[in-house]
C-alpha cells in the first residue's frame, strides 16, 4: 500500500485547531487497482474538498475542517474521528491489523461510510471482508423509511449515481453488471447503524463533478443530500 502522507497537501494543518467535524478517507491496504495499489484514493482529494464546501454551505453551523484528511485504520488518531468514507472496496485487502483496528473503532460507536464499488465481483470480495471484520453482524438493505434517509433530507428514492464520463454523456448508469442501486447497512447488538454501504453507485463522482456543467444536476443533488444525510446521522449517533 502507499503511505496515505504521499497523496497529502493541506494548507491547514488537521490538528492545530481542533474541529468538530472532518471527513476522514480510510486509507487501506488492497489488491493491484489499475496498475497500482491505491484503489482508496481514487477522487482524492477533490471529491473530498469539494464535498467539505458543500457541506459547510448546508450545514453552516457545523465546525468543520476544510481539506481533506486521510488516516490508516491503524493510525493512532483514528479514533479522534467518529466518520470514516471509503472507494473502491472491490479491491480492498485489509490486513490483520487494520481489521482489529478498524473493528475495535466500529464497536467503539465509530461510522463507516462505503462507496463507488459495482458489480458481483466487488461485492464478493467486500462481503468476504466484513465476514472477516464483523463476522457476527449481518449485513442487511435499509428500508427507506430509516432514520438516515431522513435525518435532515427526505430521500425517498435510492438513485443510480454514475461515473464522471458516463453521467457527461448521458449513460449508461452502471458498470460491470451493477445494474441496481442498493443501500446496505450492520447494526450492532443496540441497532445502532455502524456501516453504510453504498453499492452500485458512485457518489464521490458526483461530489467532485458538481461544478461541471456536463454532469447532471440531479446526481450531484442527490449525492449531496445523500452525503449530507450521513454526516448528520453520524455526529448525531
Known amino acids: ?28 491496504s488492497g489488491h493491484m487497482y489499475r496498475g497500482f495499489a491505491g484503489s482508496w484514493s481514487i477522487d482524492y482529494p477533490k471529491a473530498d474538498r469539494q464535498f467539505m464546501i458543500g457541506l459547510k454551505r448546508l450545514l453552516d453551523q457545523l465546525d468543520a475542517y476544510d481539506y481533506d484528511h486521510a488516516l490508516p485504520a491503524t493510525h493512532p ?5 467518529p466518520f470514516l468514507y471509503s472507494v473502491e472496496v ?11 483496528a ?36 449481518p449485513i442487511v438493505e435499509l428500508p427507506l423509511d430509516h432514520p438516515i434517509f431522513h435525518c435532515f433530507y427526505d430521500v425517498e428514492e435510492i438513485l443510480q449515481v454514475p461515473n464522471v464520463g458516463q453521467g457527461r454523456y448521458g449513460g449508461p448508469t452502471w458498470e460491470q453488471d451493477g445494474f441496481t442501486p442498493h443501500v446496505r447497512g450492520i447494526f450492532d447488538e443496540q441497532g445502532r447503524l455502524m456501516v453504510v454501504i453504498n453499492w452500485n453507485t458512485d457518489l464521490g463522482d458526483a461530489w467532485e463533478w458538481a461544478e461541471d456543467e456536463w454532469y447532471p444536476v440531479r446526481f450531484s443533488h442527490y449525492a449531496y443530500q445523500m452525503g449530507v444525510n450521513f454526516v448528520v446521522y453520524a455526529m448525531s449517533h
Open 1 to 28: 500500500m502507499r503511505t496515505y502522507e504521499r497523496y497529502l497537501y493541506r494548507p491547514v494543518d488537521p490538528y492545530e485547531v481542533q474541529r468538530e467535524f472532518y471527513f476522514t478517507r480510510l486509507a487501506y
Open 77 to 81: 488518531e483514528l479514533f479522534r474521528f
Open 90 to 100: 472491490g479491491y480492498m485487502a485489509l490486513s490483520p491489523a487494520e481489521r482489529e
Open 102 to 137: 478498524l473493528r475495535r473503532y466500529l464497536l467503539a460507536g465509530g461510522f463507516w461510510v462505503i462507496d463507488d464499488f459495482w458489480g458481483s465481483w466487488e461485492w464478493a470480495n467486500l462481503e468476504r471482508e466484513l465476514s472477516l471484520l464483523l463476522p457476527e453482524y
